[in-house]
Nanobody
Framework: QVQLVESGGGLVQAGGSLRLSCAAS????????MGWYRQAPGEQREMVAT???????NYADSVKGRFTISRDNAKNTVYLQMNSLKPEDTAVYYC????????????WGQGTQVTVSS
């Protein structure tokens, strides 16, 4: 059974920080690209950041310089460090795992709410 379990969401004031965690089980972690996506009310889900097993990262322009994605392969866990948070960052954040070169193997977590107040 594949499971992606997010944690670390919550309410924070603008300018503050949060760190999200996603613990994966039931997959061979090293062959999956891990990512964070978010969906704000009334909007489409968007990519926030991704990271390969080799550590190559990709970020949405809106978060570049503020967010950092990382992974700990020994713990089968991916993180998203979010600094200098803005109200526009308010969304449900989802953890994603996609098998390299084979998108048929694609999994999502349940999501965790991040709310940034002004």
């Amino acid at each position: 059974q594949v499971q992606l379990v997010e944690s670390g969401g919550g309410l924070v004031q603008a300018g503050g920080s949060l760190r999200l965690s996603c613990a994966a089980s039931g997959i061979i972690f090293s062959i999956y690209v891990m990512g964070w996506y978010r969906q704000a009310p009334g909007e489409q889900r968007e990519m926030v950041a991704t990271i390969t097993n080799g550590g190559r990262t990709n970020y949405a322009d809106s978060v570049k310089g503020r967010f950092t994605i990382s992974r700990d392969n020994a713990k089968n866990t991916v993180y998203l460090q979010m600094n200098s948070l803005k109200p526009e960052d308010t969304a449900v954040y989802y953890c994603n795992a996609e098998r390299m070169y084979d998108s048929r193997y694609n999994y999502w977590g349940q999501g965790t709410q991040v709310t940034v107040s002004s």
